[in-house]
């Protein structure tokens, strides 16, 4: 990786710091004074999106960790993000829970539905795991639609503002501090996860799950290990969404988001946490601007031109990214830091 | 009571057959390219448009509308081949995938900008042929999408087994590298099963477009496939049609009994979805697949 001379490294644990050189520091307090600062110069909308990206980050970082890391493609994550969602609606709007409580056991719920539905990873994977995991998509949807007493099925549930303590985050301004505090607490843990035994273990597992298993790795317990973490970490995402809206509904958790958070992955590249949050971040952004080109296409064209032109665009930026940028824009931006870091003496390859 | 589950049966086998004809184009491109193509289902769905163009908006006969459509899709499946595909050859599975998955979304979106993701009926243009057996009444679009499956897959088991192309595609499915010494080009077969796919998802369309009408929920008959290709084996095409039409009766079946018990209604709906799992479970590799063996 960075081998300037001035970054002399004495010890391992500097070595192995995320945050090496004061620059890096400066980079890390620039960034969190401009997430502190943000409501002071952006508009209520501006605030809206970001709150949105802070939301698909959490729930890619988990993606990233089931997918990325550990290999194993999971195209239901907006299922597991409705369980998280609904468990911890249910708990607060019919049990009375407080918003803080809710929203770990929703997290735990999530993660417990990742262990039921990646039992069948034990013995498949590949295409096999990917319809396991579009199974569990629909079936849990279609169980929420089912259990129409609890979840007030197809109509939807209406949930309390949020509360924490005497602080009601029913504002704009202080659910984006809730949701970026999330998010970045979220970046912080999914780095350090991937730091760890069980981090590495994903990666061989993602590697060669064989040799994996040959070198001791048990891949019963850590592919579940993944399922649960991946899980959890949707379980917050989907519960943040449901809370800032105050209203659960199945129509917050459509299968094409499923798709989507995958796309984001790709978009930012598998396996690289800073990659998780820029494709996050891509991808929003891209969203957003079909919201607003969309009507006036609409207006030009024809009225369902805006829909077609999510749809198509979406499919084409997936394509366009595995055809010619397959590791994303996460290496992309490795290569123009290394490019700068050796200019103007460098050298192609 | 009798008469009720038989003709659940009935109507069950026939939609059966028009699954199991549809998780054969996929079966065929699983067996050719090793690729999973999930836009099955939307090949499906602009099937099912491509014969309200036809039969309604160019008001044009039976047989010339399955000719034109048939025509369309074997541009559309060159076309997706040749500029989506092709780039990705030995690419990680992944990749592959989600490249279809992304495909999936693109016909979908067309479909949603050419005919407005609207609702289109054109049932009672097809021919009506009436048929009773006892009590039983076979309703026509059955009868019809039963007979049209079957002679497209008996069509196409000939082609695998007579002609030079259909011999070299399942060689390819045996070893491909034996198969490029021998002076194949495996690009042409890729095309071709990619045709094959996109032709037999276009037919499977209109047969469907013909009972329900054309709309968007056309394309999660492809999950349905998906369903029958599990369980009837990834790489068997015999197993393909067992799968198919023991699914089509099952679905039938249980929604015909359990729909009225239960609140939301729709078990066709999530029933494949059940299947699946419970097949990935207990017998990964489907009724009739190849058990691979890995090794390092």
């Not at chain 1, 048990?218 to 379980?235: D, E, P, R």
Request: net charge positive; aromatic share 12%; charged share 10%.
């Amino acid at each position: 990786m960075s081998s300037r001379v001035i970054t002399v490294q004495e010890s391992y644990a500097q070595d192995l710091a995320i945050f090496r050189t004061k620059f890096h520091w400066g980079v890390l307090f620039a960034f969190l004074l401009f997430l502190l600062t943000c409501p002071l110069f952006f508009s209520d909308r501006m605030l809206t999106i970001m709150t949105m990206i802070g939301i698909a980050v959490i729930s890619v970082h988990g993606l990233n960790i089931l997918t990325g890391y550990c290999g194993q493609i999971s195209i239901g994550h907006a299922g597991f993000m409705a369980v998280g969602g609904y468990a911890s609606a249910i708990l607060c709007a019919k049990l009375g829970f407080p918003f803080w409580v809710a929203l770990p056991c929703g997290a735990l719920t999530a993660g417990i539905a990742g262990l039921i539905f990646g039992l069948p990873s034990l013995k498949i994977k590949g295409f096999y795991l990917i319809m396991a995991t579009i199974a569990a998509q629909f079936i849990i949807i279609w169980t929420i639609i089912q259990l129409r007493s609890i979840t007030g099925g197809a109509d939807g549930l209406s949930v309390p503002k949020p509360t924490i303590g005497s602080i009601a985050l029913s504002s704009k301004i202080n659910y984006f501090y809730l949701v970026m505090a999330f998010a970045c607490l979220a970046t912080i843990l999914a780095k350090n996860i991937m730091r760890t035994r069980a981090g590495r273990a994903f990666i061989a597992i993602r590697d060669n799950d064989l040799a994996a298993e040959v070198m001791g790795i048990s891949l019963w317990s850590y592919k579940l290990q993944a399922f649960f973490i991946g899980c959890v970490y949707a379980g917050v995402a989907g519960s943040l969404l449901i809370h800032y809206y105050s209203f659960a509904s199945i129509d917050q958790f459509p299968f094409m988001d499923s798709v989507w958070y995958l796309g984001m992955l790709i978009v930012g590249g598998m396996g690289s946490t800073t990659g998780a949050v820029m494709g996050a971040v891509a991808l929003r952004l891209l969203d957003e601007l079909i919201t607003m080109v969309g009507p006036i296409l609409s207006a030009a064209v024809a009225p369902q031109a805006a829909a077609s032109l999510a749809l198509i665009s979406h499919g084409l930026i997936i394509i366009i990214f595995l055809i010619f940028e397959p590791r994303g824009l996460h290496h992309r931006w490795e290569m123009v830091k290394a490019y700068f870091r050796l200019w103007p003496f460098s050298h192609e390859e | 009571m009798m008469t009720f589950f038989l003709q659940l049966v009935v109507t069950g086998f026939a939609l059966g057959m028009i699954y199991a004809l549809i998780a054969i184009g996929f079966v065929i491109i699983l067996k050719c390219s090793e690729a999973f193509n999930i836009a099955q289902g939307h090949f499906v769905l602009i099937g099912g448009y491509l014969g309200y163009t036809f039969l309604v908006t160019f008001g044009l006969p039976v047989w010339a509308t399955l000719l034109m459509a048939i025509l369309t899709a074997i541009i559309m499946g060159l076309l997706i081949e040749r500029l989506i595909l092709r780039p990705l050859v030995g690419q990680p599975v992944l990749a592959v995938i989600m490249v279809t998955i992304a495909l999936a979304t693109i016909l979908g979106g067309l479909a949603t900008l050419i005919w407005g993701a609207e609702y289109k009926a054109y049932h009672g243009l097809l021919p009506t042929i009436t048929l009773k057996i006892g009590e039983i009444s076979v309703p026509s679009e059955s009868l019809i999408g039963l007979i049209v499956s079957i002679v497209t897959v008996t069509i196409l088991m000939l082609f695998l087994r007579y002609t030079k192309i259909g011999l070299a595609m399942r060689a390819t499915a045996e070893d491909l590298q034996v198969v490029q010494s021998v002076g194949i080009k495996a690009t042409t077969v890729y095309a071709v099963s990619w045709v094959i796919a996109s032709v037999v998802g276009v037919i499977g369309g209109i047969l469907l477009g013909g009972v329900s009408g054309a709309n968007m929920e056309l394309a999660e008959i492809g999950l349905k496939a998906f369903a029958v290709v599990l369980l009837g084996g990834v790489n068997s095409i015999g197993g393909a049609i067992v799968a198919g039409i023991i699914l089509g009766m099952l679905e039938n079946v249980a929604a015909g009994y359990l729909d009225p018990l239960l609140p939301g209604g729709g078990l066709a709906k999530v029933f494949p979805f059940f299947v699946m799992i419970i097949v990935l479970i207990f017998r990964p590799y489907g009724l009739f697949g190849l058990v691979r063996i890995e090794r390092i």
